[in-house]
T-cell receptor
Framework: DGGITQSPKYLFRKEGQNVTLSCEQN?????MYWYRQDPGQGLRLIYY???????QKGDIAEGYSVSREKKESFPLTVTSAQKNPTAFYLC????????????FGNGTRLTVT | QQPVQSPQAVILREGEDAVINCSSS?????VHWYRQKHGEAPVFLMI?????EQKGHEKISASFNEKKQQSSLYLTASQLSYSGTYFC????????????????FGQGTILTVHP
């Protein structure tokens, strides 16, 4: 079955360490997205990519980095520069049309202490 | 940048109706609606493209007024399964003004349906 896989489901890190969240899709979708979810703040866009080897900053890109070397993969690195990294992170993908819906992964809950 | 949703929370009895509104300050290509249950990923409900169309899915429908940059989600004869957080996502021109791609979400509306 096609879908989006985020791993791991729970991730714990010490402050000051970089951490990379995995996102893989086998839907053959062109576009991929990373969102951060905090209570009461909805889904905030971190980065998005519409094509391999290209990506754009979202609304809260500071302290994060991404790469898009393969169509099916869009890993997110949370760097030590991110001041408040503890959150629920959702990856999504969609086909390359404005009428296409987002398909979400099940998320990674990151806790930094 | 984020669209604004209202109300922030709604409490209903089974069978009652609700309307959730979504408003943007920018021109829009499309509006998406999703529902998220606690601890789960958001699930797609519908997309509305500019043109003022109205869409429906069983007892859930939505409208999109592109001139006002507003969309509304209508839930009629609510069921217990409708409980969750509803998000609208809006998509407008990117920085280059020539293509889509940047999809941003509102803060969500928490809908609770009681028996």
């Amino acid at each position: 079955d096609g879908g989006i896989t985020q791993s791991p489901k729970y991730l714990f890190r010490k402050e000051g360490q970089n951490v990379t969240l995995s996102c893989e899709q086998n839907l053959n979708h062109d576009a991929m997205y990373w969102y951060r979810q905090d209570p009461g703040q909805g889904l905030r866009l971190i980065y998005y990519s519409q094509i391999v080897n290209d990506f754009q900053k979202g609304d809260i890109a500071e302290g994060y980095s991404v790469s898009r070397e393969k169509k099916e993969s869009f890993p997110l690195t949370v760097t030590s520069a991110q001041k408040n990294p503890t959150a629920f992170y959702l990856c999504a993908s969609r086909a390359g049309r404005v009428s296409s819906p987002l398909h979400f992964g099940n998320g990674t809950r990151l806790t930094v202490t | 940048q984020q669209p604004v949703q209202s109300p922030q929370a709604v409490i209903l009895r089974e069978g009652e109706d609700a309307v959730i509104n979504c408003s943007s300050s920018k021109a829009l290509y499309s509006v998406h609606w999703y529902r998220q249950k606690h601890g789960e990923a958001p699930v797609f409900l519908m997309i509305l493209l500019k043109g003022g169309e109205q869409k429906g899915h069983e007892k859930i429908s939505a409208s999109f007024n592109e001139k006002k940059q507003q969309s509304s989600l209508y839930l009629t004869a609510s069921q217990l399964s409708y409980s969750g957080t509803y998000f609208c996502g809006t998509e407008g021109p990117n920085a280059g003004g020539t293509s889509y791609g940047k999809l941003t979400f509102g803060q969500g509306t928490i809908l609770t349906v009681h028996p």
